[in-house]
């Protein structure tokens, strides 16, 4: 399929708008639909040999020379700045990429965005006042982040032994009595069965996983199947992890958490050598397109980096620490000491 976001009316250029979710021509403003927004997108069976697939349209690949990054917009879109690091020195190549099985759309634009940050910022109790106030000159970039998205039904065995502590009081000599510790150790063994939905593992180096899951609350009930028109106007980050190697480091990390599950034996004061042996008895996936906003913006010389979900605008980032703030508190319960302790001395010594 061939990209062709000109507008029919006038010759403009289509861009996917967040608030209406459709088609919007930036000169005359007319809405173009959609087409197969509703259809249901199914899960894919994962076995050894699963790869993602490529796409027979051809998108510009932008390469950063600063930080390295690639970026992946429509063909004859124009990317200025790298949304990555935010600095000019692009490279623009036309490359074959891969295709995404489903994408959730953005619904939050630029402005909400900006209010989503507005709104986290202040809740940071030792932020800069003046960093909230900025925002008009920071580069909120709207990208789509590519991720694998998985189901696993598990089977797991497992044993170890249990150690129950006892204590004890003998007499002494001195007319008290000392503790004696008894450890009783009794073997158990048992299995269980857990389910994982929509487990996400990113497929790109630029957020890690582990970050990306604090702004990840989507609904997954809203994914449509891919088509090129979400990406007029957006960002595609490119894939650089691959499937097989997240499938690995993804399984590492739900055998570990049932691992945790399982140790877990509250009849017993802890436990020793512990074996657990997990089966994967169903493996799906989907390798999707999700929206969020990057920003990296400097402050004092320094560059913070935030994230905000496209949907729900849920924030998380670091964020620069107000010094005049820290003292003030410091100062402030350093005061309240000082009465406490003037208060004890005069009444109660």
């Not at 490119?238 to 570990?256: A, G, H, W, Y």
């Not at 089966?279 to 397109?289: D, I, P, Q």
């Not at 849920?314 to 100062?331: C, D, E, N, Q, R």
């Amino acid at each position: 399929m061939a990209i062709n976001n000109v507008c029919k009316n006038c010759g403009g250029e289509l861009i996917y708008d967040a608030i209406c979710g459709e088609l919007k021509c930036n000169k005359c403003s007319s809405i173009t639909d959609i087409p197969e927004q509703n259809i249901k997108l199914e899960k894919k069976q994962l076995t050894d040999s699963s790869t993602i697939k490529t796409s027979k349209t051809k998108y510009v690949q932008y390469h950063c020379a600063t930080c390295g990054r690639n970026h992946i917009v429509p063909t004859d879109s124009e990317l200025y700045n790298c949304p990555s690091c935010c600095d000019s020195n692009l490279t623009k190549t036309i490359n074959v990429e891969y295709m995404p099985d489903g994408i959730i759309p953005f619904s939050l634009n630029k402005e909400g965005a900006k209010k989503s940050f507005k709104s986290w910022i202040r809740t940071k109790r030792f932020t800069p006042n003046k960093l909230s106030e900025k925002t008009s000159n920071y580069s909120f970039n709207g990208l789509y982040l590519p991720v694998f998205l998985y189901n696993f039904d598990c089977y797991s065995e497992y044993s170890g032994d249990g150690i129950i502590e006892t204590t004890t009081h003998m007499p002494n000599q001195k007319g008290g009595s000392t503790p004696i510790m008894h450890y009783y150790r009794e073997r158990f063994s048992g299995s269980r069965e857990d389910t994982f939905i929509n487990y996400i593992d990113t497929a790109t180096s630029l957020i890690s996983t582990e970050t990306f899951k604090k702004i990840a609350n989507y609904n997954y009930e809203n994914i449509c199947v891919y088509r090129p028109e979400f990406l007029y106007g957006w960002i595609g980050s490119e894939v650089d992890i691959p499937l097989q190697k997240s499938v690995e480091r993804t399984k590492n990390f739900i055998k570990n958490e049932i691992k945790y599950r399982a140790e877990y034996q509250p009849k017993y004061n802890r436990v020793e050598n512990f074996v657990c042996t997990t089966t994967f008895t169903k493996n799906e996936f989907n390798y999707l397109y999700l929206p969020i906003y990057n920003c990296n913006y400097k402050f004092k010389n320094k560059t913070y980096n935030f994230y905000i979900n496209g949907v729900t605008g849920k924030t998380y980032g670091k964020t620069p620490k107000s010094k005049v703030k820290i003292a003030s508190l410091m100062l402030a319960i350093l005061g309240i000491v000082g009465v406490l302790a003037f208060l004890i001395i005069k009444y109660f010594l």
